[in-house]
């Protein structure tokens, strides 16, 4: 048996779906509940379920490998009660958002499980940074998210010709990425973004002054406030809204928002760089050298493209340093973790996207 129908209602507005219900099917008959983790700390979490939100010891789910800790955004199995009642098992990760940790050891550290859409803020109120926006979304491609550029306070650009000049470069720089302009101030564009994140989960990414904050409530809402404080039933009124890490969109979809992803640096994200500059890789492809560096070997079609215009030399030097500050990264990184992380996330996600694809073609 899988989830029940009420069960299955209540949790879709948190990204519950068919294919989280069969993963699940195993546990049901062990009489354990699903839910959704919306905020974790100190080997608690708050878990959504059909009931309300529950609190929840993760003393089951290894607390010793950081990349093993339940996080938020990940589907649980939870004790029907007890005190304490503990998670049991979490449901393999579509998606998930690491960080390399300051520690010695450096091994990453969960933020954000099953994420669909990384929003990239990045303030029009400044002058655009496009290695810090190739970065973000380096970051993004990794999770296996896919990214979404939003450009904030697009009212401080008034000129129309000098804002598509703006999002003509960021889309030059950001192959595959969708790129909205919004202004929270004059409510323009929140409508395009809403329908963007109104299915599946996103975070909000970009750097300090960004917007993310402005962006969050205007996605929230006010109405949702209240939603949310009602449906708190574990009755210890010390989790209120304002510590939810995880929310449900009033206009559909679901928002992620820790702290943790504010000032989330690159973690083993090679393939996530690669990506941020397909173009680049493609044209490595046709270097005489298979490990050709594209610095001073012959017949290198990387710098042949610089030298004829094709490929911008900031783009080339801005790919370098991504990938230097990567490979140190990885360098001090546990190999098994980093084989482990690749096995369970790529499959998974693979696999998640699989199905999820599959199921778009049934239904539409
Ligand atoms: P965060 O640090 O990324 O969460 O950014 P915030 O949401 O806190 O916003 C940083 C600053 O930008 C605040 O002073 C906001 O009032 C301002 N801001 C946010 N959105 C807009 C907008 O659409 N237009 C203008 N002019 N300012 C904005
Ligand atoms: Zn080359």
Redesign the pocket.
């Known amino acids: 048996m899988t989830s029940t129908s009420a069960e299955f209602a209540a949790l879709a507005p948190y990204g519950w779906d068919d294919s989280w219900s069969d993963a699940f099917a195993p546990y049901t008959a062990d009489g354990l509940l699903p839910g959704r983790v919306v905020r974790v700390d100190r080997g608690q979490c708050d878990v959504m379920t059909a009931g309300g939100v529950v609190r929840a010891d993760t003393a089951f789910v290894t607390p010793h490998d950081p990349m093993r800790v339940v996080c938020t955004g990940d589907w649980v199995a939870v004790e029907p009660g007890g005190s304490p009642r503990y998670v049991r098992a979490y449901l393999p990760r579509r998606t998930a958002f690491v960080r390399s940790t300051s520690s010695k050891r450096s091994d990453g550290q969960i933020l954000a499980a099953n994420v669909d859409h990384a929003v990239v803020?990045v303030?029009l109120?400044v002058e655009l940074d496009l290695g810090r926006v190739e970065r973000f979304l380096a970051l993004a491609w990794e999770s296996g998210a896919q990214p979404v550029v939003v450009l904030?306070?697009?009212?401080?650009v008034p000129d129309p010709v000098t804002l598509a000049h703006l999002v003509q470069d960021v889309e030059t720089t950001a192959p595959g990425v969708p790129v909205l302009t919004?202004?929270?101030?004059?409510d323009e564009g929140l409508d395009v973004l809403a329908a963007l994140v109104g299915s599946g989960t996103s975070v909000?990414l970009?750097?300090?002054?960004?917007?993310?904050?402005?962006?969050?409530?205007a996605l929230v809402g006010d109405d949702v406030m209240d939603v949310r404080a009602a449906r708190d039933v574990d009755g210890k009124g010390r989790h209120t809204t304002t510590t939810r890490n995880l929310i449900a969109l009033p206009t559909g979809g679901v928002l992620i928002d820790t702290p943790g992803l504010?000032g989330v640096g690159l973690y083993d994200a090679e393939s996530g760089v690669g990506q941020v500059f397909a173009e680049i890789e493609e044209l490595a492809g046709r270097c005489r050298f298979h490990d050709c560096a594209h610095e001073s070997e012959p017949d290198c079609a990387v710098r042949f493209a610089v030298e004829d215009g094709v490929l911008p030399a900031r783009r080339l030097d801005s790919y370098r340093k991504l990938m230097r500050e990567n490979q140190w990264i990885v360098a001090k990184t546990d190999a098994r973790v980093r084989a482990e992380l690749r096995r369970e996330w790529k499959r998974k996600g693979a696999d998640g996207r699989a199905a999820m694809e599959a199921k778009r073609g049934r239904w539409t």
Do not use: E, I, Y
């Not at 904030?152 to 401080?156: F, I, N, Q, W």
């Not at 919004?182 to 004059?186: E, M």
């Not at 970009?206 to 409530?217: E, V, Y």
């Open positions: 803020a303030s109120a904030t306070k697009a009212d401080l919004v202004s929270a101030l004059h909000l970009g750097q300090s002054g960004a917007g993310k904050s402005t962006l969050a409530n504010r």
